[in-house]
């Protein structure tokens, strides 16, 4: 069984900085793209940030400068360091696995708010 359990979230002022993390379980982790998104009330979920199984990464231009997602294949975690934090940043942010042909997997969420 495949589960994807975020935290780190919480509450913090704008400009201050946050790290949120997801330890994955039931995948072969190091063969796995995993990915934060992040979804806002009333909005689409959208991607912020991803990270192959080779280290290549992609950021939403929002974030690009901002936010760092970086992984631990030893301990099958992905974090996602958020620097320079907007309240335009609060959402709930979700750790998603893309494992290949077997499936697409989605964690719990973790609340981020950013206050002003």
């Known amino acids: 069984q495949v589960q994807l359990v975020e935290s780190g979230g919480g509450l913090v002022q704008a400009g201050g900085s946050l790290r949120v993390s997801c330890v994955a379980s039931?995948?072969?982790?190091?063969?796995?793209?995993m990915g934060w998104y992040r979804q806002a009330p009333g909005k689409q979920r959208e991607l912020v940030a991803s990270?192959?199984?080779?280290?290549?990464?992609n950021y939403a231009d929002s974030v690009k400068g901002r936010f760092v997602i970086s992984r631990d294949n030893s301990d099958n975690t992905v974090y996602l360091q958020m620097n320079s934090l907007k309240p335009e940043d609060t959402a709930a942010y979700y750790c998603?696995?893309?494992?290949?042909?077997?499936?697409?997997?989605w964690g719990q969420g973790t609340q981020v708010t950013v206050s002003s």
């Open positions: 998603n696995a893309q494992w290949g042909v077997v499936g697409t997997f």
């Open positions: 039931g995948i072969r982790f190091s063969r796995t793209t």
């Open positions: 990270i192959t199984n080779g280290g290549n990464t």
